[in-house]
């Protein structure tokens, strides 16, 4: 049973371009949330999908906009990459948000985002 | 809003030593409770949970009690191994509805390296 897949896993763009992370949640679950994970840090919510519309944002400008699609994937895209949008961006699954609250969430592996 | 503080790190340890990893939260209501771990280069895997006060989350040798009264959710395990080493993340996930519902506040993380 595939878990959560993340593609690409490593990723380098140059400032001002724009990127596109993709997400496959893990089989039967229908919510995915996106975090972004700068070198040494904790996890930051950036937001959360359910039933193809954006139920959750953190505190992140809206260059950062996401989709989710009909079978449950989902993409993350950044606009005007800055510098310091260099970090993990990790995609999580649940079987509903509810579930997710109160169990957790499965995580995936990663992309990780170099700008230069 | 909700928090979540752990104990500075990193810690190092020698094998079959005791952990403890502190980890205390600011939340309102009643929150789910996490640790997550991080192995290199990997994504973040669940490593236990509580759902209420007073609950024993447990997996692997590892454990942790919510404590509402100290609102803490200390790490544990009473004989570490080498390849224990990772990230160590406590988290909490808001229970009742409003703008934290569905997301997972993480603290800064906890280097443990465990030598042989």
């Known amino acids: 049973d595939a878990g959560v897949t993340q593609s690409p896993t490593h990723l380098i763009k140059t400032r001002g371009q724009q990127v596109t992370l993709r997400c496959s949640p893990k089989s039967g679950h229908d919510t995915v949330s996106w975090y972004q994970q700068a070198l040494g840090q904790g996890p930051q919510f950036i937001f959360q999908?359910?039933?193809?519309?954006?139920?959750q944002r953190g505190n992140f400008p809206d260059r950062f906009s996401g989709h989710q699609f009909p079978n449950y994937s989902s993409e993350l895209n950044v606009n005007a990459l800055l510098l310091g949008d260099s970090a993990l961006y990790l995609c999580a699954s649940s079987l509903s948000p509810a579930e997710g609250t109160r169990y957790g969430y499965t995580f995936g592996s990663g992309t990780r985002l170099t700008v230069v | 809003g909700n928090s979540v503080t752990q104990m500075e790190g990193p810690v190092t340890l020698s094998e079959e030593a005791f952990l403890t990893i502190n980890c205390t939260y600011t939340?309102?209501?009643?929150?789910?409770l996490f640790w997550y771990v991080q192995y290199p280069g990997e994504g973040l895997q669940l490593l236990l949970k509580a759902t209420k006060a007073d609950d024993k989350g447990s997996n692997k040798g590892f454990e942790a009690t919510y404590r509402k009264e100290t609102t803490s959710f200390h790490l544990e395990k009473g004989s570490v191994q080498v390849s224990d080493s990772a990230v160590y993340f406590c988290?909490?996930?808001?229970?009742?509805?409003?703008?934290?519902?569905?997301?997972?506040?993480f603290g800064q993380g906890t280097i443990l390296t465990v030598h042989p």
């Open positions: 939340a309102t209501g009643y929150p789910s």
């Open positions: 988290a909490l996930s808001a229970n009742a509805g409003g703008t934290s519902y569905g997301k997972l506040t």
């Open positions: 999908y359910y039933e193809e519309e954006e139920r």
